[in-house]
């Protein structure tokens, strides 16, 4: 497919996103229908991107934006559960599909049957997450889950080269596959770290916003293919770069904070509508490629369905026998300790659907082994790819909405922590405040009267009051109807007045009363205006 069919598809995801949202449906299972159904459109050529691409350029932002909204405080606070899903479940899934699928494919060796097992591994964390958003999820199980999406795939990556390498003979630059493994985590985390500090200390003595928003733009990229070039963890590499990235966050000017917080979402919307699309697109392909094969079409899809309930099974069975384990052997009842409960893990095992990367490596599979063979099942393994993408999206992602809704998964000691963590950091902030306010006191600026300073200070003082106190009676919930009607009503005659600053300030330009750079300049100061407040408003529905 040409460069202008690859932008129609993301014009055409993008649009069809919209209207799912506007009608309420998932998006990702809605662009996986519309793209399997526009697969056989005649006169559409398939798209077939390069697996490299895929996993050089789509993955990469999507990695470093969840890494960057993520705290790294977080990431270690549920180091273990998270290690658990997203290395010890990847390679417990690997594994149990890889016998399974020898037993069951005549057309897999044991070796074939492992980058199987490989490939479906990786759970995608986009569909789910998202789903947790809008239902309410509490905060430690979205964590969680986000946390095992920036491990998982380094993991099944990994597993993926050592397999391949395996059936095709082809040589690692490490022989034992103990020491590739942590090969590819150190020095993953070592190249994230380095050009992560890198980027910090350039940002850190430029001045210019739009210069620091494409740094941080192009690390994601630099940071997978420098990683990817000495033969480690390009996965790793982008996750760490964007966790020190993230943890100086408040280093940057207001102006590139502002740019990234629009920036990162757009691109998002952009990667992942395009990536659900580009799944149900490949559905004609996989089954061309399976007939081409000369294979029966029902055997190979029976084959891959009953892979797929493994997967789906693999998860909760994982899952519950750790956690029986666990309390099993440890003296404590699990009480108070910060387990999840019983329902919180069911929903935490349904949230296993598979996504890009899954098609991805399936696509990476070596035509041939280095004797010049064929890869033993090539095309079985990429329809049964196809198919476990699809059927955990349709049958997992339809349904956790209602399971989230059935299981009472709320947790009432988050909410408690919550409201400590918004005391503590207001308590941090007024002292911040009267501290910095004291400083200007009792050292003013050289030339001003120290009246001047004194009201400068007041009236600073109380501004931040105003915002402190307003922050406090809406986190502690205690705004009435009244108080709600009033807030409405101000948010409206807010957007009039900004509407009809607008109108007028156009229709002066137009009238060639004010000039273009002048008319930019004021847009943008009402812009700014509306999106501070906007924010105050997410944060008071938040």
Known sequence: MSVAGLLLVVVASITVAGFAKRLGFQVPLVLVTVGA?????????????????ILGVVLPPLLYSAALDYSFTTFRRNI???LRL??????????????????????????????????????DAVAAVSVGRKLGLPNRMMAILEGESLVNDAAALTLFALATGAVTGRHLSLDSPILFFGYEIVGGVAVGLALGWVVRAVRARITDSALETVLGLVLPFAAYLLAEEIHASGVL????????????????????????????????LVLETFVFAYIGLQFKSVIDAVVADGLPVHHVFAYAFAILLLVIAVRPVWIFVSVGWRRATSPLTGRGTGRLTWRQNLVLSWAGMRGVVTLAAAAGIPLTTLAGDPFPGRGVIQAVAFTVAVGTLLIQGSTLPMLIRLLDVADPDEETRAREQRALAHRVSRQA???????????????????????IVARVRRATEARLVAEHIEEAGEREATLRR???????????????????????RDAGELDDEVLRRVLSELDMEEAVAEARLQRQRW
Do not use: C
């Not at 044991?110 to 759970?123: E, H, M, S």
């Not at 007045?497 to 300030?505: E, F, H, I, S």
């Open 37 to 53: 159904a526009a697969s056989y459109i005649p006169g559409i050529p398939p798209l077939q991107i390069s697996p490299d691409l």
């Open 80 to 82: 273990w559960p998270i």
């Open 86 to 123: 997203g290395i010890v479940m990847v390679v417990v899934t690997a594994v149990s599909v890889g016998f399974f699928a020898n037993w069951l494919v005549p057309q897999l060796t044991l070796g074939a049957a492992f980058v199987l097992g490989a490939v479906v591994a990786p759970p």
């Open 237 to 268: 590499a982008v996750v760490t770069a964007g966790f020190v990235l993230g943890r100086t966050v408040g280093d940057e000017s207001v102006q590139t904070r502002i740019q990234e917080r629009s920036v990162w979402p757009t691109i998002d």
């Open 433 to 455: 405040a009267e501290e910095r306010l004291a400083q200007a006191l009792h050292d003013p600026p050289d030339g001003l009267p120290a009246a001047e300073v004194t009201e």
């Open 486 to 508: 009033v807030g409405a009503q101000f948010n409206r005659l807010r957007d009039e007045v900004l509407k009809a600053q607008r109108q007028a300030l156009i229709a002066a």
